[in-house]
T-cell receptor, first 116, second 114 residues
């Protein structure tokens, strides 16, 4: 099925460990982004990409790295996990970076990360 | 700071009843406002998209309204069903020359009981 695929769905890390959250889309979308969702708060943008080879920081980038070597994939790397990074992470893609009314955003199912 | 505030935070209604969820925003100017439904353990799914010049948009039993003067939007759910139990998120989108900014509300958690 076409869409955004995130793996893993659940992950428990120890403080200081590193890991990569995977995100892939098969819709040839130009724009991809990572958000974190914490209880009672709106989704917050971590990093985004407007095309292969181009990435930029969002609202809460500290502790995370991204790369966009292909149009399809946009992995999120936690460099040294901290308890404050316990959250649900969503990857989203859109046909363009313009956010026009005709540009739908497709979200993945999320990765629930717990750092102990 | 641009904000999107949603109320109530949570709501319980009986199956078959109607309900209205509120979204107040300070984001200005903006390109479009969207309502999303997020089932537990899933990503948000789009319900409605309204440009700043539109007043209302329907999608089945879901009807969104927008008042750009008062900076308020609402999502009305008619004849609720058990499957409507979910979080509903209001998102305001600004567009720039080569980019966009999404400001998310914290969501309203709706529970529909039989």
């Amino acid at each position: 099925n076409a869409g955004v695929t995130q793996t893993p769905k659940f992950q428990v890390l120890k403080t200081g460990q590193s890991m990569t959250l995977q995100c892939a889309q098969d819709m040839n979308h130009e724009y991809m982004s990572w958000y974190r969702q914490d209880p009672g708060m709106g989704l917050r943008l971590i990093h985004y990409s407007v095309g292969a080879g181009i990435t930029d920081q969002g609202e809460v980038p500290n502790g995370y790295n991204v790369s966009r070597s292909t149009t399809e994939d946009f992995p999120l790397r936690l460099l040294s996990a901290a308890p404050s990074q316990t959250s649900v992470y969503f990857c989203a893609s859109s046909p363009t970076s313009l956010g026009r009314a005709e540009d739908g955003y497709t979200f993945g199912s999320g990765t629930r990360l717990t750092v102990v | 700071k641009n904000q999107v505030e949603q109320s109530p935070q949570s709501l319980i209604i009986l199956e078959g009843k109607n309900c209205t969820l509120q979204c107040n925003y300070t984001v200005s100017p903006f390109s479009n406002l969207r309502w999303y439904k997020q089932d537990t353990g899933r990503g948000p799914v789009s319900l409605t998209i309204m440009t700043f010049s539109e007043n209302t948009k329907s999608n089945g039993r879901y009807t969104a309204t927008l008042d750009a003067d008062t900076k308020q939007s609402s999502l009305h759910i008619t004849a609720s069903q058990l499957s409507d139990s979910a979080s509903y998120i209001c998102v305001v989108i600004q567009t720039y020359n080569a980019g966009n900014m999404l400001t998310f509300g914290g969501g309203t958690r709706l529970m529909v009981k039989p």
